[in-house]
């Protein structure tokens, strides 16, 4: 009976660990989940789907020269990056997308280890979110929520990644014209 | 009437061999043809002599972003299936096309990159796969009355030149792939 106490003991012990082991692992990483978006493709006049994995970057670094100056430009860009992924839906009408959509993206941004950046804007028409996962002392990935009243762009790009790092990646790797500058904080009256 | 017999049967039999070679190989490229000719009940045309004489040759007109001129897919490794003057109207919308594709190739392909445009009735789907030290990329371009579906095999050089924009890079490829050198 002991032996059995002692078996189920330690095995619940294993599961517990094994649990806390994968909740931590889903936390550190800064890939979101995107495919709920898909059923927006029926109602989109425009769709962009773009999946570039870790795999896929390493590649890019890997082999882009070293000696032409652009490509190196390229090559610092995407060095340590661990993927980027987009989806860009376009639609005739307004109200084509819902909030929940929205929701069901922003819904795992609440995490700790996510953060809004407050101080950011878009030369673009309607709102830009842009959020950053930074776990010590390393940025982990970003993610921007575009949204005007007929368009939704989710960019999520994971690995060490800042501002300034994202607006030179506009327009490459599949990462469309954000417009995303720092505002600086109004003056207190 | 024997004699005349056996060798109209050889003709016919190397006549149908490379679909039959295909078929019976089961790859994903046959599939991918089947897949766009049950969705939208068309049938693949064979590809013309002369894009197939262009992909044979040792260099190809392909623009490069930086403007030079050279081979895209590695020599002999490109499969073509055209399909002309035929409908392809949006039954279901693209939305059903593309969840029957992903389905067909899921586990085995990486869904790079999808464009699909209402508007312009234009669809097009970059799938990427790992070939030991090459990559083997599977293109499908549906328009209102046209599509292709190309699989080539690319160095990891040009695919990463390629990546920088990948949405341009499905028609990059298709017109690699049918280019003939001598235009």
Redesign the interface.
Known sequence: MRTLFKTVKLASLGLLLGLSVSVTARAQNARIEMGQLDHLGAKASETVDVNIDERLMHLTAKFLSGKDPDEVKIKELVNGLKGIYVKSFEFERDGDYSQADIESIRLQLRSPAWSKILNVSSKKEGSVEVYLMSNAAQVGGLVVVATDLKELTIVNIVGPVDLEKLSQLEGQFGVPELGIERTKPKPKN | MKRLLVPTLLLTLLWSAPDSVAEAKGDDFGAVVKVVEEFYGVKHKGIPFLAKAGIKAATAAAHLA?GSKKRLAEAGSVKLAFFEDQQFSAKG???DF?ATLKARLAGRW??????????DEAQTYVF?R?AGPK?TVLVVTIEKHDATVVQVNLA??T???L?????DMGRAIMDDATTDDRE
């Open positions: 930086g919308g693209f939305s593309r990486l869904p790079f990159i999808q464009v699909l445009s209402l508007n990427l790992d990559y990891p050089q695919l990463a030149m990546m920088q924009n990948p949405n």
